[in-house]
C-alpha cells in the first residue's frame, strides 16, 4: 500500500472541510436507553519520516468502565466548561496523555459516533508537533502507541464481525482492525478511523 496522499495540514484541512456525512450510530433504538451524553476525542495527527501517522492510546481496566482495557483515541466527557468540543478534546488530551492544549492545532472535525454506553462523541482531528514527551495519566492510559495511515488505510488489515448487545437484541456489525503492536483497534474507535479515512479520500467506510 503506498504512502498517504496528504501533502501537508492544509490539505487536510481543506479535505476534512468538505465532507458531510450524517452522525454514525449502528444501535437499534432500543439498545440505549436515555438521552447520549456529548463528549469529544482527539484524533492526533503528525507526520514522521514522510509518512501520516495517528495516536492512540490503551486504557486502563478500572472496574464498571465498559470501555476499559481498549484501544482509544484520548477523550471524554464534555464538562460545563468546555465551550466546544474541541476545547473538551484539547483538555482530555492533556490530562490523560500530557499533550500541552497549545501544541494541537485544530484541523477539523468529524461527525458525532455513538457508542454503546451512550455518548455522542465528536472526533476532533488535530495536527500535533512530533518528536514530543508524553506524560501518561497513571490511572487512565497504560501506553500509547502511533500506526501509519497508510497501514491503516489497507483493508487487508481489517475484518467484520458481528457481536451481539444482549439477550432479545439484534446483533451488530463491528469493526475489527488486524493487531498491530499487539493492539486491536475495534468498535467505536475503529469507525472514527474508517470515517477519517473516508473524510480523506484515503477508503471507503464499510
Do not use: K
Amino acid at each position: 500500500m503506498p504512502a498517504c496522499p496528504l501533502r501537508n495540514e492544509e490539505d487536510i484541512r481543506r479535505r476534512l472541510a468538505a465532507f458531510h456525512r450524517p452522525p454514525v450510530d449502528p444501535y437499534p433504538r432500543a439498545a440505549l436507553a436515555g438521552q447520549p451524553r456529548p463528549a469529544a476525542v482527539l484524533i492526533p495527527l503528525f507526520r514522521q519520516a514522510g509518512e501520516w501517522h495517528t495516536l492512540f492510546i490503551h486504557r486502563t481496566a478500572p472496574p464498571h468502565d465498559p470501555h476499559g482495557g481498549q484501544v482509544a483515541f484520548p477523550g471524554g466527557q464534555q464538562e460545563p466548561a468546555d465551550p466546544s468540543p474541541a476545547a473538551t478534546a484539547r483538555r482530555e488530551a492533556e490530562e490523560e496523555i500530557g499533550l500541552p492544549p497549545q501544541a494541537v492545532r485544530v484541523l477539523g472535525m468529524l461527525p458525532p459516533h455513538r457508542t454503546v454506553s451512550n455518548f455522542w462523541i465528536t472526533p476532533v482531528v488535530g495536527g500535533i508537533p512530533w518528536p514530543l514527551t508524553l506524560h501518561l495519566s497513571e490511572n487512565e492510559v497504560v501506553r500509547a502507541f502511533a500506526v501509519p495511515l497508510a497501514w491503516l488505510r489497507d483493508p487487508a488489515h481489517r475484518t467484520h464481525r458481528t457481536r451481539s448487545l444482549g439477550p432479545g437484541m439484534p446483533m451488530i456489525r463491528s469493526i475489527f482492525f488486524q493487531p498491530y503492536e499487539g493492539e486491536i483497534i475495534w468498535g467505536a474507535t475503529a469507525r472514527m478511523v474508517l470515517t477519517l479515512l473516508e473524510a480523506l479520500g484515503l477508503a471507503t467506510y464499510g
